[in-house]
Structure formats: structure tokens, C-alpha cells
């Protein structure tokens, strides 16, 4: 018979769960029977944070409170926009959800492999702070370093420290883990909370800057280190009444070591505030989360590490995931037209269709098209982003519309390592890592 929880557990047990899911406790405190009666009520307040609007305490890098739900109304910053972003957000190159900004991909028709910074998108989860660079500190501490420096008196870098280590430049795709959201309700039927992303909440950039690896090594870190927890200095995120603190969100020790970027420059240019001023964290392949942004502190742990961020929000929560949710790692498959959603094409004439396809595992191996009047067929890949085997992978498409009247296109790839993309999603409860074929409607006129 399952175990009944008394008032007196059952308000313990809540305690316990809300200062796990906000970071302040560590792993143990549950067994694990426990664990899985709590996971329909960790659902549901994922379910709410991802929904709710949200209150900030300011913080001392010069940054106003704001917001960052849906619904929420932050504090204008010095410029007076509302959404708390700095740089200009023109309505041809941007989609805008509230603190949020989602990249057109009309506007990246003949741009090239990389976004260009003007309009890769914005994810924020409160607002973009100020920070200056001279006064900034990557802090270390844990007891996965040598002497277990503590928190009060960590290790730490200045910026002009970090430029003086080995640089190293990389092409990496940063991508939101709820990009496609809306496509859960508009093809599939079933909404979820959280940001309505399209498609646009991805970018590939050069990033240069020194890898995670090279510095943790310099802090001491040693062979017990389990997790590495990059802390962002952007405002703490309150909802439902909980403050959950700054962003956080721990990595495997294996992932930090390998091919993560401590990176300060963006597109051969000094970071921009929005996009992680002075220094952020870039994971190539993981969720955008992961990729924090004006990272501060970083804590190097010999046991597991959590936050609302992998327990509460960025897991797969429902039906067919375990109870406390199914961990987020490696970004799914996606493809997107270069072209306006509801976009007019002359019949009679060809049209040569372009797209982008990614994949958090690997290369992309092929890429199809449907244009509604046949079944599918091959895309032709660009070939230099073929050879390189970089983040993502241009193609390009001819078709000739004949009569007038709607269309819907398609286009679905497969990676180096077999993966595809499904007509339809599976669900999940916080609409995260939608990978079905988007349906892409255009007029032929």
C-alpha cells in the first residue's frame, strides 16, 4: 500500500521540496518513495513558475528589478523599454515576449552562417544588467577544489585575467529550451505555460574566450568534483511567492571539462550587454540554460548540485516521465524556412526555398522538403557547412508553384547520429524541446 503522508509530513515534505527546488539544499533529504509521491506537485509548480509573472530583487550590478512572465509588467530601464533589453529591437528583425526577444528568420535570408548580434535573440529571465568589467570577478569555491575555498572567499579571475589565459574560438548554436513552444497548441492541440517561441529562439555565433577547463584547473579542482554550477548576475527571479534566486544551473564535471567556453567576445566583438556582458558561460549542443549569462559565481561540488533549473523548471514533467521529471541535456532536431510565416509566392515562377536544420548531437546528415504537391524530397545541403560539420546546416530547395491558393511546406532533418524529427512532438507538461515537422504556411498568388 502506498505511504499516506500526515499533515505534519506532508507540510515538512513541502517545506523541503521548496528549498530544494530553490536551490538551498542539496541532494539528500528525500528517499526516494518519497521523491516520486512529490513529483505531481514539483509538476505543478513548474507548471506555475513557467506562468506566472514575476517580481525581481535588485542586485548590485547596477540593474533595476523587472520581470519576466508572461503577463508581468517590469520596470522600463534607462532607456524606457519595458522589456529590459538594451539593444534595439526593430519589429522586422524581432518577435517580442515581454522580457524576451525572438529572431525573424525572414531577416536572416542572405546573412551568412553565423546571426549576426543585431538580431540573435534574447532570453531573458528577468532583465540585462549593467556590469562593468573592470569590478567583475569569476568567483570559484566548493569542495571540489583544492582547500575548499568557500564562497566568502573563493578563487577568483578578473577580466583582464581571463583575456590573459589561452583564448580559443568557437562556432556555437545557443538555443531556448521551450523554442517551438507555440507548436504544441497550434499543430498539436495542446498548450503549455511558458514563453509562445516560434523558431527564433536560436542563434549560431563565433564565440572566443578561455575554456571552462583551463580555468577550473588553475582554481585547483580535483578529482572528487562532481558537478560545476555557473551562477548568472542578473536579477534574483521570484513566482509563486518563492524567490529562487539567480539563474543557476549545475553541469556533469564531464561536460565542463569538455568542450565548454568561458567566452567574452561575440562575433569579434566585445560581448553585448544582453547577451552576457562581461563573460558568459557557451555549452555547445546543451539547452540554452546552461549557458549562463554574466556568470559570477561558480561552485565546484564533490556531490550532486540542484536548482530550480534542473529540478523545477527544465525538466520533461507528464505522462511517460518519471514522477520528479526527466533530466534536459542535449538540444533535439529542428528545421526552419529563411522565409515569412503567411508568406506570398508568384505561381508559375521558381522559387528557391531556404532553411537552416541543427541538432544538439551531432552534424546534420540529410535534410528533406514537402511543398505540398508530392511527397518528400531531398534538400540540397550547402556544402561548405556540410563539410565543416558545424552547429547547424544550410540548404536550399527549388519549387514551382503551379495554381494559386495555400500551401503548407515542410522540411524535416536527420543527424550524424541517426536522430530525426517526428510528424508530431511528444508532449511534455512545460512545452520544452519541441523537434515534430513544423507546418509552414505560405500563399501562392
Excluded at 526593430?90 to 546571426?115: C, K
Aim: glycine share 14%; charged share 20%.
Amino acid at each position: 500500500m502506498p505511504h499516506s503522508l500526515s499533515y505534519d509530513e506532508a507540510d515538512h515534505d513541502a517545506r523541503r521540496a521548496r528549498q530544494w527546488l530553490a536551490g538551498q539544499a542539496r541532494g539528500e533529504g528525500f528517499a526516494r518513495p518519497r521523491l516520486l509521491e512529490l513529483g505531481t506537485a514539483m509538476t505543478a509548480l513548474a507548471a506555475a513558475a513557467e506562468h506566472e509573472p514575476v517580481a525581481v530583487a535588485p542586485q548590485p550590478v547596477g540593474a533595476d528589478p523587472g520581470a519576466a512572465g508572461p503577463g508581468s509588467r517590469p520596470a522600463a530601464d534607462a532607456d524606457g523599454d519595458p522589456s529590459g533589453i538594451v539593444k534595439p529591437l526593430p519589429p522586422g528583425l524581432f518577435d517580442r515576449h515581454g522580457t524576451n526577444a525572438e529572431m525573424r528568420w525572414a531577416a536572416m535570408a542572405g546573412q551568412g552562417y553565423v546571426v549576426p548580434t543585431d538580431r540573435f535573440f534574447v532570453r531573458n529571465h528577468t532583465r540585462t544588467p549593467r556590469i562593468d568589467a573592470g569590478t567583475w570577478r569569476l568567483s570559484l569555491f566548493g569542495d571540489g577544489l583544492r582547500g575548499e575555498p568557500t564562497r566568502d572567499r573563493p578563487v577568483e579571475f578578473g577580466y583582464d585575467d581571463l583575456r590573459r589565459l589561452p583564448a580559443e574560438r568557437v562556432t556555437a548554436l545557443v538555443e531556448c529550451a521551450g523554442n517551438g513552444r507555440r507548436f504544441f497548441a497550434g499543430q498539436q492541440g495542446r498548450p503549455t505555460p511558458g514563453v509562445a517561441w516560434g523558431l527564433g529562439g536560436v542563434g549560431v555565433a563565433h564565440w572566443r574566450g578561455v575554456r571552462l577547463a583551463e580555468v577550473l584547473r588553475r582554481a585547483g579542482l580535483t578529482g572528487a568534483a562532481v558537478d560545476v554550477m555557473p551562477e548568472g548576475l542578473d536579477p534574483e527571479y521570484v513566482t509563486g511567492g518563492v524567490n529562487l534566486g539567480r539563474v543557476r544551473r549545475p553541469l556533469p564535471v564531464g561536460k565542463a571539462l569538455d568542450d565548454v567556453l568561458l567566452a567574452y567576445e561575440m562575433n569579434g566583438e566585445p560581448l553585448p550587454a544582453d547577451h552576457g556582458h562581461p563573460v558568459r558561460v557557451v555549452v555547445p549542443g546543451w539547452i540554452g540554460v546552461s549557458s549562463i549569462k554574466w556568470v559570477g559565481p561558480v561552485e565546484v561540488s564533490a556531490t550532486a548540485l540542484f536548482s530550480p533549473w534542473n529540478t523545477q523548471l527544465y525538466r520533461m514533467f507528464g505522462p511517460g516521465y518519471p514522477a520528479g521529471g526527466a533530466t534536459l541535456g542535449a538540444q533535439s532536431v529542428k528545421s526552419a524556412f529563411e522565409l515569412p510565416w503567411d508568406a506570398r509566392v508568384p505561381a508559375g515562377a521558381e522559387v528557391l526555398l531556404r532553411g537552416r536544420s541543427w541538432s544538439g548531437a551531432g552534424p546534420i546528415r540529410s535534410v528533406q522538403v514537402h511543398t505540398g504537391d508530392g511527397g518528400w524530397r531531398p534538400a540540397e545541403l550547402v556544402d561548405a557547412d556540410a563539410d565543416a560539420g558545424g552547429p547547424w546546416q544550410r540548404w536550399t530547395a527549388r519549387w514551382r508553384p503551379t495554381g494559386p491558393g495555400p500551401v503548407t511546406l515542410r522540411a524535416r532533418a536527420t543527424d550524424t547520429t541517426g536522430v530525426g524529427q517526428p510528424a508530431q512532438a511528444r508532449h511534455n507538461d512545460l512545452g520544452y524541446l519541441f523537434d515534430g515537422v513544423i507546418r509552414h504556411s505560405v500563399t501562392v498568388c
